[in-house]
């Protein structure tokens, strides 16, 4: 049974924002308790403070709930990229089914995210529950639409539209948890206006632009070098980028081995996914941010850029 408090918060893996949530939540004593795999707060046993460094809260540990296994799972798993979005895609259904069978009537709003939502949603509305329904990214639709256009253009990247592939079951569960969704909060407008009229018209929708870094504590000695070629750093799922007279950096998660970039693309400097600390050192050993997005809801990797003075080129997605 979850302690009488407002809120209860779910999410799979957490994000800056989720934490900054969080943070504020406990701070006004509403919240209840906080649904994720792997994560431990303060006062934690002093045996997992490892692991805290990547997913720690600043929360009482006591009010975070996990499911371990099936996101071990994920971590340790090997093979191609669609068996990797699967395991991603079992996290947060099997979160949000413990959720669904933890909730009572003591929590009066219930916050839950994109693809973990439904089974939640489905039994907070039996016990009259406000939901809130956090969407980061364009409606699958839209999204869908704008990733096929691209494959048309590219049809040797087409491989890399991971969005193109969502199976039909996935799409209803996206669907339902709009409809069961009491208000629904976007990072801009692009994704505000991708979601169904039928949907907006019912539903409160609130525009919620996400928040930069303080650029106070990203005081670093890192200093970016000067020569004759601009550098140009890229942080995302990796696509397409022409080179002239620039050195190109890239960082974020392969969609597909190395190889096939390196035939697209044989000259860049690639960094593997790390912590945001990490990334905010890399930019500022650059000279620009290049982020041509296809269907972003907003990056963080956006506000990051943005608050270590780095120049930011996007597209309107």
Request: with cysteine; glycine share 4%; net charge positive.
């Amino acid at each position: 049974m979850l302690d009488p408090a407002s809120f209860l918060v779910s999410h799979p893996t957490g994000n800056s924002f989720v934490r900054a949530l969080l943070i504020e939540l406990e701070k006004e004593n509403k919240l209840s308790h906080f649904f994720t795999t792997i994560g431990f707060g303060t006062g934690c046993n002093p045996f997992f403070s490892k692991i805290k460094k990547r997913r720690g809260y600043e929360i009482p540990d006591h009010k975070i709930l996990r499911q371990w296994i099936p996101e071990i799972a994920r971590l340790l798993a090997k093979g191609n990229q669609v068996r990797k979005r699967s395991l991603t895609d079992r996290i947060y259904e099997k979160l949000d089914i413990k959720v669904s069978k933890a909730i009572n009537t003591k929590v009066k709003i219930i916050h839950a995210y994109e693809d973990g939502a439904y089974a939640t949603f489905s039994r907070a509305k039996q016990l009259g529950i406000y939901c809130t329904y956090e969407l980061p990214i364009a409606y699958w639709a839209t999204n869908r639409r704008l990733l096929s256009e691209e494959a048309e253009r590219y049809p040797h990247w087409k491989l890399t539209l991971e969005s193109n592939h969502e199976p039909e079951e996935k799409l209803f569960r996206k669907d339902e948890e709009l409809k069961l969704a009491d208000q629904i909060f976007c990072p801009s407008k692009f994704v505000l206006e991708s979601i169904p009229k039928e949907i907006r018209n019912k539903t409160s929708c609130t525009i919620s632009p996400f928040g930069s870094p303080s650029y106070k504590i990203l005081n670093s000695s890192i200093k970016r070098i000067h020569d004759d070629h601009l550098k140009v750093l890229f942080v995302g799922s990796m696509r397409l980028l022409k080179r002239d007279r620039v050195r190109l950096s890239i960082l974020g998660q392969l969609s597909m081995p190395m190889e096939f970039y390196l035939k697209q693309l044989p000259h860049f400097t690639y960094y593997p996914p790390c912590t945001n600390n990490r990334v905010r050192e890399i930019m500022r050993e650059h000279d620009i941010l290049v982020l041509p997005s296809i269907a972003e809801g907003r990056a963080l990797v956006q506000q990051e850029a943005l608050s270590c003075g780095l120049p930011l080129i996007t597209t309107p997605n």
